[in-house]
């Protein structure tokens, strides 16, 4: 366990809809990443969130969009849900040490399908 | 040419054998270098963290880093069924924050 917990853990949408993805860091982790694994694809970086503000994005449009709130928690945003959304969506907690070697802890992931 | 390559797999090898597994990647100034685990269904667990040339022995896993190669790999010794899983190499690099860039995974099937 890695003290990282998203929820839901399952989640059925329909094309056009939006949908909030949310993440709790582990304790003492002040970084939240968040990642979209396509099935039998490695981990795409979405974006990251550092003391509530995003700290790099990845190539994903603007409808993916993303929130920090003060206990270091998470939400990600999905607006206009389109059919090639259907991934698993990791979060990833981390405390941020200002150099290359934080460690990121991945949380259990929401699996999201679009109908 | 993809930023970090693995071989698909999927890779098989008999139980108590050396399984090895093999990353390349494109960008020279890279500086961290992860492998995690990834069971069927579940999310990555960080193995291995590796930043510097040479090697790095965790129990049964050595992981391997050759930046003038631009390589890294993971070596699991005494092989168990329970390592069967994909294994994702993930490399963070200069200037790039938190973003980690992962390969597709390898997939590690080890047969009793």
């Known amino acids: 366990e890695t003290g990282v917990t998203q929820s839901p853990t399952h989640l059925i949408k329909t094309r056009g809809q939006q949908v909030t993805l949310r993440c709790s860091s582990q304790?003492?982790?002040?970084?939240v990443s968040w990642y979209q694994q396509a099935l039998g694809q490695g981990p795409q970086f979405i974006f990251q969130?550092?003391?509530?503000?995003?700290?790099g994005r990845g190539n994903f449009p603007p409808r993916f969009s993303g929130l920090q709130f003060p206990n270091y928690s998470s939400e990600l945003n999905v607006n206009a849900l389109e059919l090639d959304d259907s991934a698993l969506y990791l979060c990833?907690?981390?405390?941020?040490?200002?150099?290359?070697?934080?460690?990121?802890?991945f949380g259990a992931g929401t699996r999201l399908s679009v109908l | 040419q993809k930023e970090v390559e693995q071989n698909s797999g999927p890779l098989s090898v008999p139980e108590g054998a050396i399984a090895s597994l093999n990353c390349t990647y494109s960008?020279?100034?890279?500086?961290?270098f992860f492998w995690y685990r990834q069971y069927s269904g579940k999310s990555p667990e960080l193995i291995m963290s590796?930043?510097?040339?040479g090697d790095k022995e965790d129990g049964r896993f050595t992981a391997q880093l050759n930046k003038a190669s631009q390589y890294v790999s993971l070596l699991i010794r005494d092989s168990q069924p329970s390592d069967s899983a994909t294994y994702l190499c993930?490399?963070?690099?200069?200037?790039?924050?938190?973003?980690?860039?992962f390969g597709q995974g390898t997939e590690l099937s080890v047969k009793p």
């Open positions: 304790s003492g982790h002040n970084t």
């Open positions: 960008d020279r100034g890279s500086q961290s």
């Open positions: 590796i930043y510097s040339n």
């Open positions: 993930a490399v963070k690099g200069y200037n790039q924050g938190g973003k980690l860039i």
């Open positions: 969130y550092y003391r509530e503000e995003e700290n």
């Open positions: 990833a907690s981390s405390a941020f040490q200002g150099t290359a070697k934080n460690i990121q802890y």
